[in-house]
């Protein structure tokens, strides 16, 4: 009788153990946990450098403003800055002043309503405003990057009632101050 020779595949060659399967299935585990850390890397990255986050630009988040979204990003401005003829947009650089700058200058600017103010918060913004008067200091913006702080719920000083007995409606107002973000100047301050 012809013997005949088995060959065996490396596969049969090793040990019966349970180490080699046992490995690859912990390879596979961890192989399988680092791409998903990497996705979420990756998103975590795409969401708050690029704009989709909270804040729009990398650095400290900020609280949203009335005319934002719950992740502070410039949907339509309050109905106030849209009859002023102010629309907002996002800005993709980031601000030469920090936030934490602009509300220092802006509380300078304005003591009084920084001082009495119910609600501060600042918002990184692009300007956009069609002057309704030809003054050089207002004229017309176009995408200027720019700091917008917003001083909400400044109380109204109670008007002299012997002069005029019709009591304001409104108790409180707001006012919108428009930073540069390179040189910290006011470009535009509207109180509504």
Not at 20 to 42: E, N, P, T, W, Y
Not at 90 to 112: D, F, R
Not at 115 to 137: D, F, I, P, R, W
């Amino acid at each position: 009788m012809a013997s005949r020779k088995v060959t065996r595949s490396a596969a049969d060659k090793a040990p019966r153990d349970g180490t080699s399967s046992q490995s690859h299935r912990v390879a596979k585990l961890v192989g399988g946990a680092l791409i998903v850390f990497a996705c979420l890397c990756l998103g975590w990255l795409l969401l708050f450098r690029f704009g989709m986050g909270v804040g729009g630009v990398a650095g400290p988040a900020s609280l949203p403003s009335p005319g934002s979204t719950p992740t502070g990003h410039p949907t339509m401005p309050p109905a106030p800055l849209t009859d002023a003829g102010i629309s907002l947009g996002h800005p993709m650089q980031a601000p030469a002043l920090t936030e934490q700058q602009a509300l220092v200058i802006a509380s300078q600017l304005e003591p009084n309503a920084a001082a009495h103010a119910g609600k501060t918060h600042a918002q990184y913004v692009l300007l956009n405003y069609a002057g309704t008067n030809t003054s050089a200091s207002h004229a017309d913006l176009s995408n200027v990057p720019a700091w917008m702080i917003v001083y909400q719920q400044i109380p109204l000083a109670p008007g002299d009632l012997s002069a005029d007995p019709t009591p304001f409606p409104q108790t409180h107002h707001d006012l919108y101050i428009f930073l540069d973000t390179n040189s910290g100047k006011e470009i535009l301050a509207i109180w509504v």
